[in-house]
């Protein structure tokens, strides 16, 4: 729920910024877009880390342990 949340907040001002590039052509607007897109990327990578490490790390602890 979390991710998602995060995804479409995200994804709205990405396409805020991007529309207000393309209104004002101010390159700022297009660095935010992509600043905010990378972060969101590195956040997804964390997140799909973790949930490996749950998923396999854990369950073999435990089948081994």
Do not use: H, T
Request: aromatic share 18%; hydrophobic share 70%; no cysteine.
């Amino acid at each position: 729920m979390l991710i998602r949340l995060i995804l479409l907040l995200s994804a709205l001002f990405i396409l805020a910024a991007v529309g207000a590039y393309l209104f004002s052509r101010d390159a700022r607007y297009l660095a935010w877009a992509v600043q905010v897109a990378q972060f969101v990327v590195f956040l997804l990578l964390v997140f799909g880390v973790l949930f490996l490490l749950e998923r396999y790390g854990l369950v073999a602890w435990r089948v081994f342990g």
